[in-house]
């Protein structure tokens, strides 16, 4: 709740004036006047401002409050600079308002919008005075009715980045991830598993130096390496170059935050608080994100409906970090989703604005983005703008026809990538079909090169799915789908009668000439792959291949084989996000 320290009002001398605020996330922030002029005034001021950091009250954040507090700051000092005496609200006048805009403009160049600004701040804050406690003049009431007289400043409005730029950026970000994922998922867990007790099998081992960073849940410097067996030893295992293996990194969860940005358009400032809880009401191939955008005063909690289940899709992404931020999130107790070890050794609950600059200048620095030979200023605000361009151009050219049936917004955050965007986060875009087992009653299995193929040519959808153009775009969009796959036809079943519901369970689809897998359901046949597992010791083996030998076949050897060793592992970290899998069959890392 926000604090006001001041003095009684009735004192003749004013005493310390301080805001302290601790905003609803648990964010603080002090605003100190005790040592500034005009304290009276001030002291009016600060009552309101500190008000207005209430919930839905318009100053959400210590950005805000700080703001708002060096516009009146200034506008006091100002004051003192030209009046003999404190003054009180009730002295204002007209022209303590627009001499002061004069003063700021002689002091700033011709297109700076920084006048406007703390002109604007100051307005809004008498506005709420004059409405809570009245007591202006009449002319300075009519003074508020308009914020400047003057000019607002040039301002350029932010661009999209470009496609070249966009599939730079999503190419790296994408390397990033896979990369987290390899070793989070399958590097560090595999090197800890050959750890033990280094105190008895001795530090001069990586694995036993990861048992160890384990053990002290993450918490295990090079300097405490180096006390206890010699900095020689804490140089070649370093806990800072080990400790990754098993926490994420800021560089892994920038490129994260950086991937969902512009697959969902959300702005970055809501994406940064998003929480472990934030994924609500998974339906037939979308998920709402429940997220806090503290602009929009008196409704900040807001939801949006975005694709999920592929680690290309929003929903996707985001179970990714929910995967890779779970080791932390155990320790820490925290809700938050962006959670990550430091260099240092300590565990984070956040990433702050400042910290999303630094990460994105050194981004573009690690990976050499570029636009006509220049390295990129890439700033997160204008990924937004990159998302709505992108729908733009697709919602406007040849696949508008896939959008019938969705709202804008399912169909902007299905539809973003166009042609020249889709080459980025797609390894190769060549021709894939279906390789049945037995045409008629195997599935038929969708290569991402494929599906893009289908969106990209959709005439085509007769000659490799046997389906009309507009039936394709059901499969492709998701509104077909079941659990395990896409549908045909969900009342023309080979297993029923024409015109009934399909009668088999839900695993029937994995022997269905019905059924479409894509990239998208890997992650549920992962999971499903997991529940065969753990059955298999709960029964006799003839009733369990019975029941679930067909279908572990038909994944293991039809469904998983046709994606590539990155997509399978993506998923099997989306399938991960609520329970570890229980069997992790060799092929998935190229065995056999």
């Known amino acids: 709740m926000p604090v006001l320290e001041i003095a009684d009002p009735a004192a003749t001398t004013l005493g310390p004036l301080k805001i302290e605020v601790t905003f609803p996330d648990n964010r603080a922030a002090v605003v100190d006047w005790t040592r500034e002029p005009q304290q009276r005034l001030l002291r009016a001021l600060a009552a309101e401002l500190a008000a207005s950091c209430a919930v839905g009250q318009g100053t959400g954040s210590p950005y805000t409050l700080r703001n708002r507090a060096r516009s009146c700051r200034e506008w ?66 009519r003074r508020l009715a308009y914020i400047s007289a003057g000019p607002v400043g ?37 090197l800890l598993s050959r750890g033990q007790d280094p105190r008895v099998a001795g530090w001069a081992s990586d694995a036993n130096v990861v048992w160890e960073i384990h053990q002290k849940r993450g918490q295990f410097t090079r300097q405490e390496l180096a006390d206890q067996v010699g900095q020689t030893v804490a140089d070649e295992h370093s806990p800072g170059r080990l400790a990754p293996l098993l926490y994420p990194t800021t560089r892994d969860l920038f490129a994260l935050l950086l991937l969902f940005c512009l697959e969902s358009g959300m702005e970055v400032e809501a994406a940064r608080e998003l929480t472990a809880g934030c994924l609500k009401n998974p339906n037939r191939g979308y998920v709402q994100v429940e997220y806090l955008k503290r602009r929009r005063h008196g409704q900040e909690w807001n939801t949006i409906r975005v694709r999920d289940g592929s680690s290309h899709s929003p929903g996707g992404l985001l179970r990714l970090a929910l995967r890779l931020t779970a080791s932390v999130r155990e320790i820490t107790g925290s809700p938050a989703l962006w959670q990550f070890r430091t260099k240092e050794g300590s565990l984070t609950t956040g990433l702050s604005a400042s910290a999303v600059t630094y990460l994105a200048k050194a981004f573009v620095y690690r990976h050499g983005i570029s636009d006509a030979g220049q390295p990129v200023e890439l700033r997160m605000s204008r990924l ?19 959008v019938q049936g969705h709202s804008p917004d399912i169909a902007a955050a299905h539809y973003a990538d166009i042609p020249s965007l889709r080459d980025l986060h797609e390894q190769a875009v060549a021709d894939g079909l279906h390789d049945a087992l037995n045409e008629a009653r195997s599935p038929s299995v969708l290569t991402p090169e494929a599906e893009e193929r289908l969106l990209q040519r959709p005439a085509e959808a007769p000659e490799l799915l046997g389906v009309s153009p507009t039936e394709a775009g059901s499969l492709l969009s998701g509104e077909s789908d079941l659990w395990l796959s896409s549908c045909r036809d969900f009342f023309d079943s080979p297993f029923g009668v024409k015109g009934k519901a399909c009668p088999v369970s839900f695993f029937g689809c994995l022997g269905c000439g019905n059924a479409v897998i894509t990239r998208r359901k890997l992650p549920a046949i992962l999971a499903f792959l997991n529940h065969i597992e753990g059955e298999r010791a709960k029964m006799p083996e003839a009733e369990w291949a019975e029941r679930f030998g067909g279908a572990r076949q038909q994944i293991l050897r039809l469904v998983l084989p046709k994606f590539s060793e990155s997509d399978v592992l993506s998923a099997q970290a989306v399938a991960e996000s609520a329970d570890p899998l229980l069997f992790l069959p060799s092929i998935l890392f190229g065995g056999h």
């Open 76 to 141: 006091a000092r100002w004051i003192a600079s030209t009046e003999d005496v404190d003054l009180r609200v009730s002295d204002l006048l007209p022209s303590h308002l627009d001499r002061f805009e004069d003063h700021l403009r002689e002091r700033h160049p011709e297109s700076s919008r920084t006048p406007y600004a703390r002109i604007a701040d100051i307005v809004w804050i008498l506005r709420r005075l004059s409405d809570t406690h009245g007591g202006f003049s009449p002319a300075l009431v």
């Open 384 to 402: 937004r703008k990159t998302y709505k361009a992108a729908v733009y151009k697709v919602t406007g050219g040849r696949m508008s026809a896939f």
């Open 154 to 190: 040039s301002y350029t409005p932010r661009d999209a980045y470009s496609p070249h730029v966009v599939e730079q950026l999503k190419a790296a970000a994408r390397s990033d991830v896979d990369r987290a994922i390899r070793r989070l998922t399958v590097e560090g867990p595999s």
